[in-house]
C-alpha cells in the first residue's frame, strides 16, 4: 500500500491530506487566524474553583475561561500526543514506582488567584472552551518527554520483540530522573545516537520553557507548538509514507531543512509540486473533501452508511441498500456489517470524529456472526492512532465506542448552522407555514377591528400553495373575519416569513 502525504498552502488556510494508495484517510486544516492551540503550554491564572464538580476555570488570556478537572491535577494518564500512538494500557510498560497521590479535593489544592502552568489538552469547540491538563508533555520525533513522570513506554505499533528490546534498553538508560519517555512510532530503527539528541533537545526545551515561565505574568502563551506543516513532518512523515508533497517552494525549502537536521533518511522522499492543476485537483482530494461532509456513504457491496452528529454523540446507521445477497439472508447482512466496519472506522478518521460513537449494525441472529464483526471493528480500529474504547455488540446489533477528541471534527470546521433550519436540518413544511399565515391574518385581525383590507406576504412557495392547492381554506378564513385576503408573492421574503397587514 502506498502512502503519500500532500501538503498544500495557500495565503488563507493550509490543507494536510494523507493518502494510502488513492484513498483519502486523514484530512488536517489550518486557517491564517484560527490556528489550533491543542498542545501550547500556558501560565495560567485560576479564576473560579468549583467543589461541586471537582474543577477549575483559568484564565490563559483566550476568548473563552479553560477547564481544569481535578483529575488532571493528579499523577498523569498518557497525554494526548502519547494517546495518538496507541491504547494507554499497551503503552506503559515500565513505569518506575509513581510517586503518591495528592487525595485532596481541588478546592483544598487551588486557590482564585493562583498562577499555575497547564498545556492544552483539548481545543476549544463550539460554546465551551480549551481542556487543559497540569502535566506538560513534549513530543519530539522519536520520543514524547513528560516532566514529572517516571513512566517508560513504547508504542504499540512497534510489534517487533527484538525491537522493543532494544528501545527500551536504550530509553531506560537515556531517561532524565526527573522525567519520563514514550517512544514513538516514528523511532523503530533509529540508533542510539538519534535517541539520544531527541532526549537532549526536549530535556533543554522543557529547561528553556521553566525558566521563560518564571518571567511571564499570567496569562500568558509559555510555549507554541508547531504549525501544521512541520507537525505533520513531525507527526506523520514516518519511514513507511513514500512521499511528502508540498506545493509551495518556500514552505519546502522549510520543509526540507526540517527533515535534513531531524530525519535525513527521508530527504530524498520530499518533493516540490510545480504543476499548473491544484495539488489536491490533480490527485482527486478535493472531490474526496466534499464526499466527507456528506450524510450517506456508500459501501462498494451497494450498502451504505448514515452519520449523524450530534451534540453529545455520533450515530452510524448500517444498511444493505441495493445488496440484496443471494440466498442466505443471515449471509448478506454478515457481508454488508463486515464491510461496514472497515469504512466506519476509515471515516471517523477522515471526518475527525470524537467522543462518543454509536454504530447500529444489522441485526445477526448468530452469535458468532456478531463476535466476527466485532473482531473485524477492532481490527480496524487498530489503524487509527486515536485511542479508542469499544465495548462488545450487543444483542440489538449495536456497538458504543468513544474516541479521543482534541480538535474540531471536519464538519464543525468545514460547515455552520443552516440559516434556514437553525441547524436542525429539517424546515417546517409549505402546509405548516400556510397554516401558520392563516392563523396570523385571524389574529392580527382580532386585534384591528375596524380594518377592512388585510394583505398576507409571503414567500412564492407559500403563496402558490395558498392560492392554488388551498383555495377553500383561505376562502374560509375570509368568510370568518369577514374580510378579504390579499395574498402577495414576495421573492425577498424567506421561507418562513410572514407579514400581516391589516388598513382601512
Not at 489550518?30 to 489550533?36: A, K, T, V
Not at 479553560?66 to 499497551?90: K, M, R, T
Not at 513532518?233 to 537536521?261: G, K, N, Q, W
Not at 468545514?414 to 396570523?440: D, F, I, K, W
Request: charged share 30%; hydrophobic share 40%.
Amino acid at each position: 500500500m502506498a502512502k503519500q502525504i500532500l501538503i498544500n498552502v495557500a495565503p488563507w488556510e493550509t490543507r494536510v491530506a494523507l493518502l494510502e494508495d488513492t484513498t483519502l484517510v486523514e484530512l488536517h486544516i489550518e486557517r491564517r487566524g484560527g490556528r489550533g492551540i491543542a498542545g501550547n503550554v500556558y501560565k495560567g491564572r485560576v479564576i473560579r474553583v468549583l467543589p461541586g464538580m471537582q474543577a477549575a476555570f483559568l484564565d490563559l488570556g483566550l476568548e473563552k475561561a479553560a477547564f481544569l478537572h481535578a483529575s488532571d491535577l493528579a499523577n498523569p494518564e498518557l497525554p494526548p500526543e502519547v494517546a495518538q500512538e496507541g491504547d494507554a494500557p499497551e503503552m506503559m510498560e515500565t513505569p518506575a514506582r509513581p510517586p503518591p497521590r495528592d487525595l485532596r479535593p481541588i478546592e483544598e489544592r487551588l486557590q482564585k488567584g493562583q498562577e499555575m502552568l497547564v498545556q492544552v489538552a483539548k481545543e476549544p469547540m463550539g460554546t465551551k472552551g480549551a481542556r487543559v491538563t497540569a502535566h506538560v508533555s513534549l513530543p519530539g520525533r522519536y520520543l514524547v518527554y513528560m516532566p514529572g513522570t517516571q513512566h517508560v513506554g513504547i508504542s504499540r505499533r512497534i510489534e517487533d520483540p527484538a525491537e522493543r528490546d532494544r528501545l527500551r534498553e536504550i530509553v531506560e538508560a537515556e531517561r532524565p530522573p526527573e522525567g519520563g519517555l514514550i517512544v514513538r512510532t516514528a523511532c523503530e530503527g533509529v540508533t542510539k545516537r538519534e535517541i539520544h539528541d531527541d532526549v537532549r533537545f526536549l530535556t533543554r526545551l522543557w529547561a528553556r520553557l521553566q525558566k521563560q515561565a518564571t518571567t511571564l505574568a499570567a496569562p500568558a502563551l509559555v510555549h507554541s507548538d508547531l504549525d501544521l506543516v512541520l507537525r505533520t513532518v513531525r507527526d506523520l512523515f514516518a519511514s513507511d509514507v513514500d512521499r511528502l508533497v508540498i506545493d509551495t517552494r518556500e514552505d519546502y525549502a522549510r520543509v526540507a531543512e526540517f527533515v535534513t537536521v531531524l530525519m535525513p533518511r527521508l530527504v530524498p522522499r520530499v518533493h516540490l509540486y510545480e504543476g499548473v492543476t491544484p495539488i489536491f485537483d490533480q490527485h482527486g482530494v478535493e472531490t474526496k473533501i466534499a464526499r466527507a461532509l456528506e450524510r450517506r456513504v456508500w459501501l462498494k457491496s451497494g450498502g451504505y452508511l448514515i452519520f449523524d452528529q450530534t451534540e453529545s454523540l455520533t450515530t452510524v446507521d448500517v444498511n444493505t441498500g441495493r445488496y440484496v445477497g443471494k440466498t442466505n439472508p443471515e449471509e448478506t447482512v454478515l457481508r454488508t456489517n463486515l464491510e461496514a466496519t472497515k469504512q466506519v472506522v476509515q471515516q471517523l478518521r477522515l471526518r475527525n470524529i470524537g467522543g462518543i460513537v454509536v454504530i447500529d449494525f444489522i441485526d445477526m441472529e448468530k452469535a458468532a456472526n456478531r463476535k466476527k464483526v466485532f473482531d473485524a471493528l477492532q481490527d480496524a480500529v487498530r489503524r487509527d492512532k486515536a485511542r479508542t474504547n469499544v465495548l462488545r455488540i450487543s444483542e440489538l446489533g449495536l456497538v458504543q465506542m468513544t474516541r479521543k477528541r482534541t480538535r474540531e471534527s471536519l464538519e464543525q470546521l468545514l460547515t455552520s448552522p443552516c440559516a434556514h433550519c437553525g441547524g436542525r436540518g429539517r424546515a417546517r413544511s409549505v402546509a405548516t407555514l400556510a397554516y401558520e399565515a392563516l392563523r396570523r391574518v385571524q389574529r392580527e385581525v382580532a386585534s384591528a377591528s375596524n380594518s377592512t383590507r388585510v394583505a398576507l406576504r409571503v414567500h412564492p412557495e407559500v403563496a402558490a400553495f395558498l392560492t392554488e392547492q388551498e383555495r377553500r381554506s383561505l376562502e374560509a378564513l375570509e368568510q370568518l373575519v369577514g374580510r378579504k385576503v390579499a395574498v402577495e408573492a414576495v421573492p425577498e421574503l424567506d421561507r418562513e416569513q410572514i407579514e400581516v397587514a391589516v388598513g382601512s
